[in-house]
């Protein structure tokens, strides 16, 4: 038995990269997930097909998390085709760096509405839900960064540290309708968002990595089954560092 | 067919665990029913799936009484 068996999972950005590793993950230990997407259309089906071909359910919604209209069609679609959300990963993000001289506001807005505005209308859009059921899950991606600052990324980091603020406040008022909301915070992950960085960047990245590699999606997505099983049921408000050790 | 009050009336004690006697016109569901503020948005919730109507969060906000709960959804239902 799976440690998520008949549990309904909703992640956002699970099309590519950490979200694609941690819908398959949840799916693996019993969940049915619901594969969101911005407009990978195909991937996302893909990550279905999978799913699918492990014996759970899964469907593809696609939605723009920083668009309520759009967030709200999520969950009901969620809903009418599983009728509970058990967990919600807020995994969805992009990145605009420039240096903070030259960042523009369009770069900085970006950013904000879809790495934070979007765990914000996401969470809001499930709480009603879990609320009534009486339990539920938010995990949210932040990332290493949003704690240590990180020069070029002043959007991405603002977005990130705000994803802290707001997992702590969402975990402490919901708390008592045993709502459990934490955080995981990657370090460097191997995927198409640090696949685009240039090789002298990488190098010096690895320098500052005490356990000496970069991560893998999978080991993200493990510490977010831990988070979303009953094995981490006394555990709320947390941030939970994947980094091979960058931040201490 | 029950009357607004009574259907109200049954969604708090159900939800805030009260007697129904305490449950009058007047009876305030923070200051008089014990409701906090996480209580008063779920009653909120709960009242609009049994009246199958929505409720805005600024209308949400002005209901601060049993009675107001009742004028409202009879306005509503009008
Ligand atoms: N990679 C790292 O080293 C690292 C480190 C720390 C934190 N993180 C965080 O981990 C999360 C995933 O990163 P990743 O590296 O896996 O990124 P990625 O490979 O670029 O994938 C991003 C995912 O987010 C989706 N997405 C983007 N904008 C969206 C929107 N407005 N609405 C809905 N979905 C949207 C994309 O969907 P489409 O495919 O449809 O565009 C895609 O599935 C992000 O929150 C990121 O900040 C990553």
Redesign the pocket.
Known sequence: MGKLEGKTAVV??????????IALELAKEGANVVV??????E??EQVVNEILEMGRKAIAV??????ND?VQNLMKKALEEFGSIDILV??????RDNLLMRMKEEEWDEVI???LK?VFLCTKAVTRQMMKQRSGRIIN??????VTGNAGQAN?TA??AGVIGLTKTAARELASRNILVNAV??????????DALPEDVKTSMLSQIPLGK??K?EQ?AKAVVFLASDDAEYITGQVLHV?GGIAM | MSTVLERVTKVIVDRLGVDESEVTENASFREDLGADSLDVVELVMELEDEFDMEISDEDAEKIVTVGDAVKYIESKLN
């Open positions: 956002t950005g699970a099309s590519r990269g950490i979200g694609r590793a969101n997407y911005s407009g990978s259309k991937k996302a696609q939605a723009n998390v920083a668009d759009s807020n995994n969805a993000g992009i990145t509405q879809t790495n979007g991606i932040a990332s290493v960064v949003g991405y977005a990130k915070a990657p370090g460097f992950i191997t995927t198409e968002m640090t970069f991560g999606p993200v980094d």
